[in-house]
């Protein structure tokens, strides 16, 4: 029988506010249409959760580090280059955060970056060729950030920033025209042959651009003593990103841009301190 009242027909037909009830109703009032009205399954716009950073690594100063399996090429004959990361040293002591080899002779590398008597200092292929800041840069026992830029060769061939503020003291990389081939793997906290000079602390966030010279862009990769989110900043992205523990099981810590992956030797866990 039809509705003859206000209320409408609630029937496969009706038109009117009511709406039609649909047939395969199994709930209290369920689909409110037999086809889905345009709009009637969006839940709101989806938004990327905000950058966040949660762990580093810290190292014994014993026996610690991390090393790609496989020989890390990605700054073989490059002329520009930017390195930047987070440490956190403990004393300051003569002390390697990065190095990749040219060979197995002491000190030499295609780069090796090290702290030593509260120093940043890089050298490329050997001892002679190097890039420094004063002696008692560092703070212990607090987080910096450090950038270093190259520019082979130029008149200005190296920078060292130390907490977003140029602290070069001397940058002597002579006639150097670009970097070595690598050797071997890129190491974090140690270097290849052993040097048994291991970093005592915690490092965070290690980046690496190959052919790009990032000094111009200090102030927004320091980002006021905040790590922040190296591919989304505006700049180019980083080669080779290290987030040390953040989306990592251990004992691989991924590269976020690449596929040469670290891993983690005499330490499985990460460490929750990190620079904020």
């Not at 977003?164 to 140690?190: C, F, H, K, M, P």
């Not at 980083?238 to 976020?256: F, V």
Request: a negative charge.
């Amino acid at each position: 029988m039809s509705n003859t009242i206000d209320w409408g027909q609630a029937s496969v037909n009706n038109t009117i506010d009511y709406g039609d009830g649909a047939i395969d109703n199994t709930i209290s009032w369920g689909k409110v249409y037999a086809s889905s009205a345009s709009g009637d399954t969006n839940i709101g716009t989806f938004v990327t959760p905000s950058f966040t950073n949660t762990k580093s690594i810290a190292l014994d100063g014993v026996d610690d580090f991390c090393e790609t399996a496989s020989t890390y090429s990605e700054l073989d004959g490059q002329n520009k280059a930017t390195f930047s990361f987070w440490i956190k040293p403990q004393d300051n002591l003569f002390r390697i955060l990065l190095h990749v080899p040219r060979n197995n002779t002491n000190a030499n590398g295609q780069f090796l970056i090290y702290q030593r008597d509260g120093r940043i200092q890089m050298n490329i292929d050997t001892a002679s060729y190097y890039c420094i800041t004063p002696n008692n840069t560092l703070i212990l026992n607090q987080w910096q950030h450090v950038m270093i830029c190259m520019d082979l060769p130029s008149t200005d061939e190296g920078k060292i920033f130390i907490n977003g503020v140029d602290q070069t003291s001397t940058e002597n990389w002579g006639n150097r025209t670009a970097l070595n081939t690598s050797t071997g793997g890129l190491y974090i906290g140690e270097a290849n042959n052993g040097y048994q000079r291991p970093f005592l602390g915690n490092i965070d966030e290690v980046a690496i651009w190959n052919g790009t010279d990032q000094r111009a862009n200090i102030s927004t990769i320091y980002n006021s003593g905040v790590a922040n989110d190296l591919n989304n900043n505006g700049l180019t992205a980083p080669t080779t990103w290290y987030r040390m523990g953040d989306g990592d099981t251990a004992p691989t810590i991924q590269d976020t841009n690449g596929s040469a992956n670290l891993t983690m030797n005499n330490f499985s866990t990460f460490s929750t301190d990190v620079p904020t």
